[in-house]
């Protein structure tokens, strides 16, 4: 009896125990169904959110994404970064990153954010689909459409991981400094193969021209102006593409166009002096300074800055173009290097102030001004004729007026931005426009110094 009872006890005891394990069982597996569940759930709205920015954290609604919401606190760099970091932009921004300085300064000179984009012509279409920034933060280097890199601030060891760099992204090699003054050994480099995709500097056959920091001529549209002159203002400089204009030699002087004097009664008048030249390199590539001590052994020349010998002197910048405007008929606008397309602000600044520039250097000037406009030192047998043409004009007034025509249907743009404007255009193309148009510099350096697509600069003249 009682092992029958031991017996019973036990059988009840396993059948409990196996009563509880089922439900355990069941418990366990409601929990898990629940969890996974839940896991899938969560997966699959992270997959239907944006993608983070690294670096940012998400914006609160209330930051108006706009460079338009300005703080006085806020910068332009920090507002590009709200746009960026706001997900609710209906269209991203283009974003171009400054990777380098440009010398001392790290906005390239044009400035941050939507500043230099916000005299483009096209301005109200970029508006319309997206706005164009600039920005010097790397952390924003996965969201950049455009990458640009200063040749004379490029180093090797300070590039972005090649890891980093995305299929759709421009690097931009931005030089405005002649190929005499570049380090052709560094560009050499083989991390530099290939590296290139675009090129924005003053050479005409660049995928960006950029004349910022020398300036252009600018057609002014106005009616009288096509009657006068019987055809369309030629917008300069010409493009790449352009024939070569038949160069008008300067010694048979604007004679296509008409004169008319009464404009320039009382700057005749005041205008005295011969020739002016603001000058600190005094040891330059084109030996220009040779050709300068020959040309004042027949015509005064008025040397200023510190390779003058300390008789002409103006304090500053102001000062010394208004002597330009007030005194002098000529200024040397002559280069450091004669090189293709190298042409600087030594040219636009005599043309702003009233003054005729005296050309030399190794580009074909009929393709930044219209003819009638320079005097090309090239243009003469020796250093002698080109006086004698001088002082000829210092003498005659209707024919030196005559220099000055080109204000009727031109003006001077010191500063433009047109090769960011361009720039911004050529980033915004259609994705499929772009990857037609996809190209790569192989040896950034050769094409630079001209072994493969441009002449290489010339060697100065002998001047007898």
Same mark, same amino acid.
């Given at each position: ?205 660049? #995928?960006? *021209?950029?004349?910022?920091? @020398?300036?252009? &001529?600018?057609?002014?549209?106005? !009616? ?5 002159? =019987? ?109 293709? #397309?190298? *042409?600087?602000?030594?040219? @636009?600044?005599? &043309?702003?102030?009233?003054?005729? !520039? ?5 580009? =074909? ?100």
């Amino acid at each position: 009896m009682d092992s029958r009872m031991d017996d019973w006890y036990w059988w009840c005891a396993i059948h409990h125990l196996l009563r509880l394990r089922r439900s355990t069982l069941y418990v366990a597996i409601f929990l898990s169904f629940v969890t996974i569940t839940f896991a899938v759930y969560s997966v699959s709205s992270i997959w239907r959110l944006p993608p983070p920015h690294r670096h940012h954290q998400q914006m609160n609604n209330e930051l108006v994404p706009s460079l338009q919401d300005s703080q006085p606190a806020v910068d332009e760099t920090t507002k590009c970064n709200k746009i960026i970091a706001n997900n609710q932009v209906e269209h991203r921004p283009i974003v171009i990153l400054y990777w380098t300085t440009f010398f001392e300064t790290n906005d390239f000179e044009v400035g941050l954010g939507s500043k230099p984009f916000a005299e483009c012509d096209n301005n109200q279409i970029i508006a319309q689909h997206s706005s164009c920034l600039t920005t010097t933060d790397r952390g924003l280097f996965n969201d950049s459409d455009a990458v640009i890199f200063h040749g004379r601030d490029l180093h090797a060891n300070d590039l972005p991981p090649a890891g980093w760099r995305r299929p759709h992204q421009h690097f931009i090699f931005y030089l405005l400094e002649s190929p005499v003054h570049t380090d052709l050994s560094m560009l050499n480099q083989p991390v530099f193969q290939n590296y290139f995709n675009r090129t924005m500097t003053y050479r005409r056959d660049s #995928d960006i *021209v950029e004349l910022h920091a @020398y300036g252009r &001529l600018k057609c002014i549209h106005h !009616p009288e102006a096509t009657v006068l002159f =019987n055809h369309s203002c030629a917008e300069f400089p010409s493009s790449a593409a352009a024939a070569e204009p038949s160069p008008t030699s300067s010694t048979t002087g604007p004679a296509s166009i008409r004169t008319d004097n009464n404009s320039h009664q009382q700057m005749m008048k005041n205008k005295t002096r011969t020739i002016a030249w603001f000058v600190s390199n005094c040891h330059s590539n084109s030996q220009r300074e040779s050709l300068v001590r020959k040309l004042s052994q027949f015509i005064a020349v008025d040397v200023y800055g510190k390779c003058g010998n300390g008789s002409h002197r103006c304090s500053n910048k102001s000062e010394c173009d208004r002597l330009l405007s007030d005194s002098y008929r000529f200024y040397l606008s002559f280069e450091n290097s004669l090189c293709p #397309d190298y *042409v600087t602000e030594k040219l @636009y600044r005599p &043309l702003a102030h009233d003054t005729v !520039p005296v050309v030399y250097g190794g580009s =074909n000037y009929s393709f930044y001004l219209p003819p009638g406009s320079y005097i090309n030192a090239m243009d003469y047998k020796s250093p002698e004729d080109l006086a004698n043409y001088l002082k000829k004009l210092m003498i005659d007034d209707a024919l030196y007026s005559n220099y000055f025509k080109w204000r009727d249907q031109y003006q001077v743009i010191q500063s433009p931005l047109d090769g960011w404007c361009h720039l911004c255009r050529l980033l915004m193309m259609d994705p499929l426009l772009v990857k037609m148009k996809q190209k790569s510099y192989f040896n950034i350096a050769e094409w630079w110094s001209g072994q493969t697509t441009n002449q290489t600069c010339l060697s100065s003249p002998s001047w007898q």
